[in-house]
């Protein structure tokens, strides 16, 4: 019969077309298009495992910014206390330490007739030769015997000069004052209050920061409310900063324009550097938090990948 042979022979065509090279052979390659063509240089090598010390390494230069911010911090702290309770007693340090000081040794000047008579008087019935101001309170006293008197300290202190002289010359007497007078006072009442406030916030803010400054090395997130601190901060510090020079200088021109009577002003240095010190060094600490809010690798951007060491000590843009 036919039918063993014909299926001896389709038998036959699969073993070869199984054997065949060209049935076991794989696929052609597709053709490479050309940026798969192109050579790529190799990439630096990565660290495979991040360890303590990879990540101490990584974060050496924000670490050393939040310190610096951090002694920055101390600094103006030391110095804005020293604002503070300049002048409060007469004590050898705390005596230096003032805004502005009125000269009233010869009021009257010698051009008038019996000035040295009159000046006597004026001294003899409770007007002392000098007044300076704090931010608490004033002291006074004489040039031969130094300070004798400073007031009590008080909350939201302001110096009125009108005050002071009609209650120690005329003995609480009062008496009508101009209109432009009263309001110069009003102006000078709501300064010195907003500067004393803006001191005692600026001193506190800067006495946490100096704890919380650290924080910025853990995570950016950290460095957002930081920064927000930082820049209250030195809102308060430079505002009250520049409130104290206005008023003081204003105090001097304004004695110095007095024709009619010899009143001298003069500000009080060392108060000054220490105020516009610790504005200072609170700016400094203020533009540090806010350039590590963008710079300089986290903790957490090491621990989680963002950031990537690289084996050279490069760190990188992680994928």
């Known amino acids: 019969m036919a039918l063993p042979s014909i299926l001896r022979i389709r038998r036959r065509n699969h073993t070869e077309k199984a054997s065949s090279p060209a049935a ?37 230069l924000r670490r050393a910014f939040a310190i610096s911010a951090s002694v920055s911090y101390v600094l103006s702290f030391i110095f804005l206390v ?25 009021i009257v000047p010698k051009s008038v007739p019996n000035a040295s008579l009159i000046n006597s008087i004026a001294q003899s019935i409770g007007l002392h030769d000098f007044y300076q101001v704090g931010l608490w309170n004033f002291c006074e006293g004489y040039q031969n015997e130094g300070i004798t008197y400073c007031s009590p300290p008080q909350n939201l202190y302001w110096f009125n000069p009108v005050a002071v002289l009609m209650n120690e010359l005329l003995a609480g007497a009062t008496i009508a004052l101009p209109t432009q007078v009263l309001t110069i006072l009003d102006v000078l009442r709501i300064t010195s209050q907003i500067m004393f406030g803006f001191f005692v916030t600026g001193a506190v803010l800067n006495f946490c920061l100096v704890f919380a400054s650290p924080l910025a090395v853990r995570s950016r997130w950290w460095s957002l409310p930081l920064a ?62 806010a350039a590590m809010g963008c710079c300089c690798a986290s903790r957490r951007d090491i621990e989680t990948g963002r950031r990537v060491l690289r084996s050279d000590g490069v760190i990188v843009q992680g994928g």
């Open 24 to 60: 076991s052979a794989p696929p052609p390659p597709r053709p490479s298009t050309s940026k798969e063509a192109e050579p790529q240089s190799p990439a630096p090598p990565l660290n495979p495992h991040v360890t303590k010390d990879d990540i101490r390494r990584a974060t050496k």
């Open 82 to 106: 020293l604002v503070i309770i300049g002048n409060t007693f007469n004590k050898p340090v705390l005596r230096d330490i003032y805004f502005y000081t009125l000269d009233l040794t010869d």
């Open 228 to 289: 927000g601190f930082a820049g209250l901060s030195t809102v308060f510090v430079v505002a009250a900063a520049i409130a104290a020079s206005v008023i003081s200088f204003a105090f001097k021109y304004a004695a110095t324009a007095q024709q009619d009577l010899n009143i001298r002003a003069h500000v009080g240095v060392r108060m000054f550097v220490f105020m516009w010190l610790a504005a200072g060094f609170t700016i400094y600490s203020s533009l540090v938090h």
